[in-house]
């Protein structure tokens, strides 16, 4: 059985989880830059992106996954 650790759910109805800060997203993007990809703190752009995509990984999932389960 395949049974994953992610999404997880919010426990605070508005959503807040107090993990999920500007530093946990920064050091997410200094661990890509250690492994040789780009950096990701020359462009607000870039931070928002990977915020959004942690965001979806650790909360929503991936409901293209979900449906092709089904």
Known sequence: ????SYPIKLTD???DDPRFTFGFVHEVG?????HGFPG????WRDHLE???A???F???GDTRTE???S
């Open 13 to 15: 109805p508005d959503g």
């Open 50 to 52: 990977l915020q959004q």
């Open 58 to 60: 650790i909360y929503v």
């Open 54 to 56: 942690l965001y979806r």
């Open 30 to 34: 200094e661990v890509l830059t250690k």
């Open 40 to 43: 990701v703190g020359q462009s």
């Open 67 to 69: 449906r092709l389960a």
């Open 1 to 4: 059985m395949d049974e994953r």
